[in-house]
């Protein structure tokens, strides 16, 4: 019983690894209930947030948030105990909306005006050495004519300059990401230990690295371990140790801890299950004083609720629905006080100190 229960839980994690959390990079493969040698999943899926690392972006900055993903992934095991085995995932994820992350590169008039920015209209000659709140909505919403002389021209200049500007910064955003894992794992009746390598390129990393560090290229690699232990049928708890290398050198750590029960059916043959996870993540010397939204410590920390629907007999097929509550880190509040986003008034920051990411995973395992 306890055996099944573990295996159907871990399988259901399979599937859901991709959004809600920091573990966006993380694809574990379980093994099946009963024994092969080569095993595998295929994930597709779409969330409302893009997640990598920790960081959450906030909807008022990026516009919706929409993001697919796809994941195929490949266990095999080296003997039929089962205490050595292969896992491989090749993963892909690309926003389908918003993500400006450092700038509105469609910013209207209106929402030009409504922000007035600090500093943009600093060069504006007036008696007031300002242009009153009714001057500028009229003038965003194309009502201004008795004071274009006045303050129209003006208005306009500053607005094409502010509009240009943020093109361009709307050009460093994140980018499609693409992940290859690589890894061996050690399982044993009550934990696992697994090791391995990620090549990523894109995402979050990627414009780390080639926005911020003057890097050619938008990618990052990073080797890994995790350590997981499962002392009870309904409990486990890992943590996973992350060296970062090529365009950004630092160290990522990652702890989850997952209470899990099946909702509909029995421990040996469970329709519906039920996974509540708490996480947090946090870094040392992954970012510089050279980059210019960052900073290292606690990155994000969140509570996850899962409840995957093995929809077939065989358990192949699983339906997982999921919602995640994320708390922001040190990181995440200093690209807020720094970054190029604020250019366009404190509403446009990046990052939000909370936000609630809903998404849904379709997996067939084989």
Not at 308 to 329: A, C, E, M, Q, R
Request: aromatic share 14%; hydrophobic share 40%; with cysteine.
């Amino acid at each position: 019983m306890k055996k099944s229960l573990i295996t159907m839980m871990v399988a259901a994690l399979a599937s859901t690894a991709f959004a809600g959390t920091a573990t966006t990079d993380s694809y574990q493969v379980s093994q099946q209930p009963d024994f092969k040698r080569l095993s595998g999943a295929v994930h597709v899926g779409a969330g409302t947030a893009y997640t990598l690392h920790g960081y959450v972006p906030t909807r008022a900055a990026v516009q919706g948030e929409g993001v697919g993903m796809g994941a195929v992934q490949l266990a095999y095991d080296f003997g039929k105990e089962g205490f050595w085995s292969y896992t491989g995932a090749i993963s892909y994820k690309a926003p389908f909306s918003g993500h400006t992350l450092y700038g509105n590169p469609t910013m209207s008039r209106d929402q030009f005006g409504a922000v007035m920015p600090k500093g943009a209209f600093a060069q504006i000659a007036s008696a007031e050495k300002k242009i009153p709140a009714i001057i500028t909505s009229a003038w965003a919403n194309g009502q201004l004519s008795a004071n274009y002389a006045q303050y129209g021209a003006a208005l306009d200049a500053a607005y094409d300059e502010a509009y240009e500007n943020n093109k361009k910064m709307g050009a460093k955003n994140i980018e499609n990401e693409f992940i290859l894992r690589n890894g061996l794992k050690y399982t044993r009746d009550l934990w696992n230990v697994s090791f391995g390598h990620d090549f990523i390129h894109g995402g979050i990393a990627g414009v780390v690295a080639k926005h911020f560090d003057g890097e050619s290229q938008s990618r990052m690699q990073q080797f890994w371990t995790n350590m997981e232990i499962t002392p009870v049928a309904w409990f486990s708890a890992d943590m996973n140790i992350a060296r970062t290398f090529d365009t950004i050198d630092g160290w990522w750590f990652e702890w989850h801890a997952r209470f899990k029960a099946p909702i509909v059916g029995s421990p040996e043959d469970i329709k519906v299950a039920g996974i509540l996870e708490f996480g947090l993540s946090a870094t040392s010397q992954f970012y510089t004083p050279s980059h210019n939204a960052c900073d290292n410590g606690l990155q994000a920390y969140w509570v996850k609720l899962s409840t995957p629907w093995f929809v077939n007999d065989d358990k192949t097929f699983i339906l997982t629905p999921s919602v995640s509550f994320n708390w922001l880190g040190r990181g995440g509040r200093q690209a807020n006080k720094q970054s190029h986003a604020k250019a366009f008034g404190s509403q446009y920051v990046p990052f939000r100190d909370f936000t609630v990411i809903g998404d849904l995973t379709a997996t067939y395992r084989f």
